[in-house]
């Protein structure tokens, strides 16, 4: 917009530099895909805000959502109470994933998450 409004920034100066920008973008991403300290950099882990319907106050802190947030995302998934919920997980895009008590089977879909039930059934996985 200010290429467009602006007298002293010339055409050509923000082509140049809307190039730029979509390069760098295209750049970003291409390493993150490809490069894991850059993805490591760039994304974020998967965090457990919720436990067993156990909210986890630290995380909610840490991750800056509300629990206003997290009880919309538990409303959202059909579930009417905490206690019937065994995980709430902000993924690395920004969603609330809600994992019933009643659909959480072993687990295996939360490996990659620290202090998650471990696939085997033997206690909370490694991380």
Known sequence: ATVALSETVSWSEGALALTLLAGLQFVAAWASVHV?????????????????????????????????????????????????????????NGQLSVVPSSTLGGGSALGDLAGAPDPSGSGPAAG
């Open 36 to 92: 894991s300290w850059v993805r490591r950099t760039i994304t974020s882990e998967p965090a457990v805000l919720l436990r067993h319907g156990r909210l986890d106050q630290t995380a909610l802190r840490r991750e800056r959502i509300s629990e206003t947030s997290l009880r919309q995302a538990v409303r959202s998934s059909g579930c009417g109470g905490l206690e019937l919920v065994a995980f709430v997980v902000l993924e690395t």
